[in-house]
């Protein structure tokens, strides 16, 4: 899982233990049991669906990474500054349409458009470094 790698959840034991006892490790076998469980129920009763086991663990997973992860304090500050960044950044190109490349400043299109089709195409790292360029003065010695 991404929140493992990232380090946002610090160990494999931090999800619940019914979610370990019936999925296993994290990982792909996660999919593979949800996928066979809709698979096994649609073949008994000719519904697809999963059975109610999986997906009530399943459903215990979702509001355990809800919790942990997609809405922890660290990815709401994450978030937080990713909109900041986003926003200065629009504020900037649209007081300085001329720093917009040609290949976005197309006639028809609004400033604030070409400014988004910009910053839209950024890359996360490139979105930084251009806000650190632009906003964080730098000592010229």
Known sequence: LDAL???TLRRREAFPVP????????????VHT?????????????????????????NLLRDFMFEHVYQSAEQLRQQRRAVAVIRDLMDWHLEHPEEIPDTYRQDEASAQTQAADYIAGMTDRYALATHDRLFRPTLSL
């Open 5 to 7: 790698r990232a380090g």
């Open 34 to 58: 949800m996928i066979n469980a809709v698979i096994d129920e649609s073949l008994h009763t000719g519904a697809v669906r999963m059975d109610g086991d999986t997906l009530a663990v399943m």
């Open 19 to 30: 979610v370990l006892e019936r999925f296993g490790e994290p990982g792909r076998a996660w």
